[in-house]
């Protein structure tokens, strides 16, 4: 731990979007996010000893939560069941993976998490992850998702928002959310510019009309 002390405190990769250690085991990580604590904007990702810490920029909050917005609209217009996660940290010790999403949502898997607790040796993953790319693209977050089976990212890198969907053990990109089958990345990208230009009241509330007006509840 010697060797890393300095980690423990977010100032000192504040003014880095991205640091990335290798050689750290897992136990080391671990530690880690329990001296972290849970009140940070750090993110961390852990796979065979490569660390990676995401210090998130405005840009990068903006987009994640007009995302989470668009997320949870959805689901209420469309009366879909949901339990959302953030950033809750997803780990498999059995794989010596782990890392933490921007957001990640139970849709379809809902009903099979209870009390909030979330065991991915036992539990499904995550139906959809929110991924936000705002510096540079992070490949060992994409490879760990797909070790750990998540269904589907909405990843958002160099100003558009790409739908990808896990076929075998790579991530592809598809037209229509497997999700939501309402949502294309051109409806997804029309109205996240819409959210970054008008007042978030008003344009919640078109994105909903919007949703209602595809005809009700969602075939998906």
């Known amino acids: 731990m010697a060797g890393i002390a300095p980690l423990k405190s977010e100032s000192a990769i504040a003014t880095s979007q991205r640091v990335k250690l290798s050689g750290i085991r897992w136990n080391t990580y671990l530690l880690l996010l329990e001296d972290m604590g849970e009140h940070r904007s750090s993110r961390l990702s852990y796979a065979h000893g490569n660390l990676e810490i995401t210090m998130p920029s ?26 959302s996660f953030g950033s809750s940290t997803l780990n498999r010790e059995d794989l010596q993976q782990g890392t933490e999403p ?29 991924e936000i790319d705002i510096s540079s693209p992070s490949t060992q977050r994409m490879q760990i998702y797909a070790r750990l089976g998540v269904p589907e990212l909405w990843r ?18 598809c037209d229509s959310s497997p999700t939501f089958a309402i949502v ?37």
């Open 58 to 83: 405005n840009e990068h909050e903006t987009n994640k939560k007009l995302l989470e917005r668009m997320v949870e609209a959805l689901t209420e217009e469309l009366n879909r069941p949901l339990k």
């Open 102 to 130: 921007d957001s990640c949502y139970y849709i379809d898997n809902a009903n099979k998490i209870q009390n909030r607790q979330i065991d991915l040796e036992k539990d499904p993953p995550p139906d959809l992850v929110l």
């Open 156 to 173: 958002y890198s160099k100003g558009q928002i790409e739908i990808l969907r896990l076929e075998t053990s790579e991530y592809v990109a």
């Open 184 to 220: 294309t990345a051109e409806v997804l990208n029309r109205w996240l510019e819409a959210g970054k230009r008008d007042d978030e009241t008003s344009w919640i509330r078109g994105w909903r009309r919007w949703v209602r007006e595809q005809g009700g509840d969602d075939p998906a």
